[in-house]
C-alpha cells in the first residue's frame, strides 16, 4: 500500500483570491533556510512552480470556488511545508452562536 499517496496532494479552501496566493506561495517558500528552501521556477496564472533541495518540485495551483480559492499543492518530499503554507491562508469563518470562529476547510 502507497501510504505517500496522501501526502503528495494536499488541498484547502481560502478567502483569498488566487493572485494573493501565488504571492503568498513565493514569500513562503522563498523565506525557508536550509534544506527546506525553495526557490520560484516557474510562474503562471494561478500557479507557480518551486525547486527545492535535490530537486525537489512543489506546485501551488489556485482555481476560482464560490465564496473563495481552492488551492492545490503537490509534492512529495515537502508535505509537511506545503500543509504549512495551506494552514497559514485565511480561511473561511463560520459563525457559530455569537462567536466567529475561524474554520479550515480542508477538502479530501
Known sequence: MNY?????LQEAVTTAD??????AAKEFFGSR????????EQEGPGYATFRGQGGEEIVIGTAA???GTLV???TYL???????????????????????????????
Open 4 to 8: 505517500q499517496k496522501g501526502r503528495t
Open 18 to 23: 488566487p493572485a494573493e496566493v501565488i504571492e
Open 33 to 40: 533556510s536550509g534544506v527546506y528552501a525553495a526557490f520560484l
Open 65 to 67: 470556488r464560490d465564496g
Open 72 to 74: 492545490s499543492g503537490s
Open 78 to 108: 515537502f508535505d509537511q511545508q506545503v500543509a504549512r503554507f495551506l494552514a497559514l491562508l485565511p480561511s473561511p469563518r463560520s459563525v457559530v452562536g455569537d462567536d466567529v470562529e475561524p474554520v479550515a476547510e480542508v477538502v479530501a
